[in-house]
T-cell receptor
């Protein structure tokens, strides 16, 4: 079963715009929510992560917003750049390291 | 500090042959995970191992696939009697003992002819 649902499947944003990717999870035992960035032909790279004790985490242009009651979290990329064009995966895991990934969002930032 | 290493990076096999994929975790990491990624799709969990133990293999096909993480040496994902549907990118990730952060290797791209 799909434990983490991610949307949209693809996203096109103009340079300088805000990219927003959403994820929802089902398992309330999940307590760690990372985002990964993957370029073609490469492995996923950890971008930013959050735990449910905070509602927001910001690192540079990347922000995670977390809504525990709704079991949803999102990635915001501010001032999106063409170099941000990649596939982004959200994920969720619990105490036993059982990480489950969303299906991915292909982001294209147009110059 | 070297990252997660996988080899080979590319592997071509004919139907019915065996494929062996290797993964060396980051130094100090004792947890290894294998994922499969089909073209234009997400990462599908296959198996989670610690040294000499399989912790969770709920994502592994019941036949032809096996994994191990011996006391010494890399983790091995073994696919016997490969079929064309096994063609995919296989990624290994590792994590430290007490954290959830998983760090991925560059992947092995398996092509079955």
């Amino acid at each position: 079963q799909q434990q983490v649902k991610q949307s949209p499947q693809s996203l096109i944003v103009q340079k300088g715009g805000i990219s927003i990717i959403n994820c929802a999870y089902e398992n309330t035992a999940f307590d760690y929510f990372p985002w990964y960035q993957q370029f073609p032909g490469k492995g996923p790279a950890l971008l930013i992560a959050i735990r449910p004790d905070v509602s927001e985490k910001k690192e540079g242009r990347f922000t995670i917003s977390f809504n525990k009651s709704a079991k949803q979290f999102s990635l915001h990329i501010m001032d999106s750049q063409p170099g941000d064009s990649a596939t982004y995966f959200c994920a969720a895991s619990g105490n036993n390291n059982d990480m489950r990934f969303g299906a991915g969002t292909r982001l294209t930032v147009k110059p | 500090n070297a990252g997660v290493m996988q080899n080979p990076r590319h592997l071509v096999r004919r139907r019915g042959q065996e494929a062996r994929l290797r993964c060396s975790p980051m130094k100090g990491h004792s947890h290894v995970y294998w994922y499969r990624q089909l073209p234009e799709e997400g990462l599908k969990f296959m198996v989670y191992l610690q040294k000499e133990n399989i912790i969770d293999e709920s994502g592994m096909p019941k036949e032809r696939f096996s994994a191990e993480f011996p006391k010494e040496g890399p983790s091995i994902l073994r696919i016997q009697q490969v079929v064309r549907g096994d063609s995919a990118a296989y990624f290994c990730a590792s994590s430290p003992q007490t954290y959830n952060e998983q760090f991925f290797g560059p992947g092995t791209r398996l092509t079955v002819l």
